[in-house]
Structure formats: structure tokens, C-alpha cells
């Protein structure tokens, strides 16, 4: 069973690039998530879908959007990288809404440096 | 004040050893969760807990609603239970969806 899967792992991005991390789940689950993770800190909410259809701002959106696609796949996207954006990029996804104390189920991460 | 905390930050023992994390909240809360990240970085959702104590393995769960206050024990510690292990809450009427998270305790178990 894949579960998570997110691409690429590991991206070196320039100051002002743009890229998509892409994120795909097999299981069914309703909801997605996107997650960063900074040393000395804990994770930390950056957009998520409760349902096909719809997204919502986390804790620190800004800097980033993030698409939907369909019920499998929820994408997010920097449009113009900056170096504090570096970060590990975690998915994740929970087969109920957030409020629905579901366990979430997460991707083994993307390790972005932005130069 | 960090809405979660964790003690300790890091966390040595020997194989065999009994092993307790500690998770202080400071919000009401619906759930609590402790998840797993193991050295490669993948995280694994261990326990989920809104009362009592749940128990998987060697791995036992116990949380304490009127104390805002959980705790993690691994009993007979064996080098592959090295990893860091985060505790998240979900507040009441928590806004956006989010799980509140904890810094992380990292455990390392020497053989």
C-alpha cells in the first residue's frame, strides 16, 4: 500500500522560482493537508481540503496556494520562492473532515532549500 | 507560552529501559495525538486519545483530561523505538482545522 505519496523528495530551488510539490494518497481519504516542518519548531498548518472541491488557509498560508485536483490529489505551489519558505514539506490526509479527530495519515516529506 | 509542550527535548536510555514522554496542554481540547517520526523523516500516527489509556504493543498511551496532561511509555526499549515522538491536540472549537502541535521529543536508545 503506497498511502502518502509526495514528489519530488529533495528540491534546490533559486530565490523567485516556482515550483509544485505534488501530493497523491490511495486510500480513499476525504481530506488533505500541508504541513511545514522548521528546527525547533512543530508542524505547522499551511492549507487544507476537507473535501474534494474545497481548501482552506492554515496557520501560515502565506507564500503559497494550493489546488485541489481531485479526491486523490492536493498539490501546493510557491510562486516565488523565498529562502525562508526552506523547509521540510510534509501531506497529509485523514479519511474525515478536521474536526473529525480522524488520525491523519502523512507522506515521508519533501526537503526544499530555497538559495 | 506554547500551547504544547513536551518534556523531555531529548531523551537517552539503554535498551530494556522504561521510557516515559511527557505532553502538557494548556487548551481544551477534543483529541490528543502522538505520532512517531522515525530518523529517515516519515511520520506514523501512533495513538489517538480523548480519554483513559490506550495500549499497542509496547507502547501504552495515558492521558489525563482534568490535568491537561499526557504521557507515552514504551516498556522493554529496544534501539528501533529511536525516533522523535510529537504530541497534537486538537483545541475546542479549534479555528481552520488545525492540530496543535508539540516540538518533538527525541529518544534515542543505545543497545
Known amino acids: 500500500n503506497a498511502g502518502v505519496t509526495q514528489t519530488p523528495k529533495f528540491q534546490v530551488l533559486k530565490t523567485g522560482q516556482s515550483m509544485t510539490l505534488q501530493c497523491a494518497q490511495d486510500m480513499n481519504h476525504n481530506s488533505m493537508y500541508w504541513y511545514r516542518q522548521d528546527p525547533g519548531m512543530g508542524l505547522r498548518l499551511i492549507y487544507y481540503?476537507?473535501?474534494?472541491?474545497?481548501?482552506d488557509k492554515g496557520e501560515v498560508p502565506n507564500g503559497y496556494n494550493v489546488s485541489r485536483l481531485n479526491k486523490r490529489e492536493f498539490s501546493l505551489r510557491l510562486e516565488s520562492a523565498a529562502p525562508s519558505q526552506t523547509s521540510v514539506y510534509f501531506c497529509?490526509?485523514?479519511?474525515?473532515?478536521?474536526?473529525?479527530?480522524?488520525?491523519?495519515?502523512f507522506g515521508d516529506g519533501t526537503r526544499l532549500s530555497i538559495l | 507560552k506554547n500551547e504544547v509542550e513536551q518534556s523531555p527535548q531529548n531523551l537517552t536510555a539503554q535498551e530494556g529501559e522504561f521510557i516515559t514522554i511527557n505532553c502538557s496542554y494548556s487548551v481544551g481540547i477534543s483529541a490528543l495525538h502522538w505520532l512517531q517520526q522515525h530518523p529517515g523523516g516519515g511520520i506514523v500516527s501512533l495513538f489517538m486519545l480523548s480519554s483513559g489509556k490506550k495500549k499497542h504493543g509496547r507502547l501504552i498511551a495515558t492521558i489525563n483530561i482534568q490535568e491537561k496532561h499526557s504521557s507515552l511509555h514504551i516498556t522493554a526499549s529496544h534501539p528501533r523505538d529511536s525516533a522523535v515522538y510529537i504530541c497534537a491536540v486538537r483545541s475546542y472549537g479549534g479555528s481552520q482545522g488545525n492540530l496543535i502541535f508539540g516540538k518533538g521529543t527525541k529518544l534515542s536508545v543505545k543497545p
Open positions: 497529509a490526509s485523514s479519511e474525515f473532515g478536521p474536526y473529525s479527530n480522524q488520525p491523519q495519515h
Open positions: 481540503s476537507a473535501s474534494e472541491g474545497t481548501t
